[in-house]
């Protein structure tokens, strides 16, 4: 499984940006998906999950803000990011979980910068 994100930038606070994650692979459609974000100094935090059924859950720090989705028939995730605050700025990382956690897969991150 390769994981691949894209979509990261530099953003005005209040600005906008949608990060997607493809996933190669034929067990995209049973996983887990994970968004997650680290800054700089700052321990790897979750952002947003979404299982394989579809259902959502976020951190506290984005709900309202930031919306998770998937495409299955795309093998793809998405991460809608509005109202932006430079808080937000860190590297965002795409992960999968399968198999009650023994695949376990990590895509490479791209980074989020948002200015005040």
């Known amino acids: 499984v390769q994981l691949v994100e894209s979509g990261g930038g530099l953003v005005q606070a209040g600005g906008s940006l949608r990060l997607t ?28 999950t979404i299982s394989s059924d579809g259902s959502t859950n976020y951190a506290d720090s984005v709900k309202g803000r930031f919306t998770i989705s998937r495409d299955n028939a795309k093998n ?8 932006l605050k430079p808080e937000d700025t860190a590297v965002y990382y795409c992960n999968l979980l399968a198999f009650g956690g023994a695949a376990n897969y990590w895509g490479q991150g791209t980074q989020v910068t948002v200015s005040s």
């Open 21 to 48: 994650c493809a996933a190669s692979g034929m067990i995209f459609s049973i996983s887990d998906m994970r968004w997650y974000r680290q800054a700089p100094g700052k321990q790897r935090e979750m952002v947003a």
């Open 76 to 83: 793809t995730i998405y991460l809608q990011m509005s109202s």
